[in-house]
């Protein structure tokens, strides 16, 4: 999988990093898709992910599966601090990011972009592709 | 004699921890044919009468659990995480149990917990995504209530502020047996060597 990064605020280094992303294909019908990735603040300062965009879809919100007493809640939260030299994972059945209204089909192997906005101007671009489900979630791969 | 006296020592030594580490290992892997994740009921429940329908519009009712075993997921076409995660968890156990061996795989169900979206239309688009041996099914929230009470399923419309809702539910995969009863669960979080390992243990097991 190709990934690109770039840190558009960054004079000394990336003070933000991200590795794992990955965007899997919606099913058809319904025009959701989902997307993980591990988030690194290699800084010592708190950073704060304001929101996600990408040219490829209308919407994305920052969610969360929350499991207890084996009932899964879905909750949304407009924006995440990271911890300095901490990180914060997106993965099935935790955060996520919730991708919906593509502007074209999500095709597994199509480019995606992500653009992650953090602390008021920063900028985070990650260039990735679709990816199908089945391959992403047997773990015994 | 002193050396006999030695050499017998270290026998019993070696033997001692032979044994310790086989009774740790069984202990470990515990009794074999017993499923390790799945719950199996002790008295199979049966299921009560509802009426449903399936993806291509077709009746789905208690019946349509007779004669082969089922999967059973309570979910929705717009939840973009655990719902899909699991549908496609249960198809890759589906295909490598099929692959080591085994006859049949029991049928997967994805039952509707959304049903003012999810049209037999939107669910026969979705269920085919997983590949073959998937049912959609859905249907009014009176007929939905009357299976999902019976099994303990929670489910709950919960809105945002944009208008749009998500829906809070179960994320268990009930298992259902041949005779439309139900027969035992897996709890979340859910993993494909779970299916793998304890579906054919339950299966074989009437």
Redesign the interface.
């Known amino acids: 999988m190709g990934v690109l990064a770039v840190a558009c605020s960054a004079p000394e280094g990336p003070p933000l990093t991200i590795s794992n992303a990955l965007v899997l294909e919606a099913p058809p019908g319904t025009q959701m898709s989902v997307g993980y990735m591990t988030l690194d603040n290699n800084s010592d300062q708190p950073i704060v992910i304001d929101r996600v965009t990408s040219p490829q879809f209308a919407r994305i919100e920052m969610h969360e599966t929350v499991i207890e007493n084996d009932v899964a809640r879905m909750a949304s939260f407009p924006s995440l601090v990271i911890d300095p030299h901490s990180s914060v994972v997106f993965e099935t059945g935790g955060k996520h990011l919730m991708m919906s209204g593509p502007v074209n089909q999500t095709e597994a192997g199509l480019p995606v972009t992500i653009e992650i906005h953090y602390d008021a101007n920063g900028l985070l671009i990650i260039a990735t592709t679709v990816r199908s489900r089945e391959h992403v979630l047997d773990d015994s791969r | 004699m002193n050396q006999v006296r030695k050499y017998l020592v270290i026998g019993l030594v070696i033997t001692a921890f032979a044994g310790g580490a086989f009774f740790m290992i069984l202990a470990f892997q515990g009794p074999r044919g017993i499923p390790q994740r799945a719950t199996v009921l002790p008295q199979p429940a049966p299921l009560p009468q509802f009426s449903l329908v399936d993806q291509s519009g077709a009746p789905f009712t208690r019946e349509s659990f007779r004669g082969r075993w089922s999967l059973v997921f309570f979910g929705f076409?717009?939840?973009?995480?655990?719902c899909?995660?699991t549908l496609?968890?249960l198809?890759?156990a589906r295909s490598?149990v099929l692959a080591d061996g085994e006859n049949e795989f029991p049928n997967i169900i994805l039952i509707s917990v959304d049903p003012e979206r999810d049209t037999p239309?939107?669910m026969a688009?979705?269920v085919?995504?997983?590949g073959p041996g998937v049912t959609g099914v859905t249907g009014s929230l009176e007929e939905l209530r009357k299976l999902t009470t019976a099994l303990g399923i929670?489910f709950e419309k919960?809105g945002?502020e944009n208008g749009s809702y998500?829906v809070?539910?179960?994320?268990?995969v009930i298992v259902i047996n041949k005779s439309a009863e139900f027969h035992a669960l897996f709890?979340?979080?859910h993993?494909?060597?779970h299916f793998v390992s304890d579906i054919p243990l339950i299966t074989d097991s009437t």
């Open positions: 076409t717009h939840c973009p995480d655990i899909p995660a496609q968890q198809a890759i490598r239309e939107i688009g979705y085919g995504h997983f929670f919960s945002d998500s809070d539910h179960a994320a268990v709890s979340a979080p993993n494909v060597e």
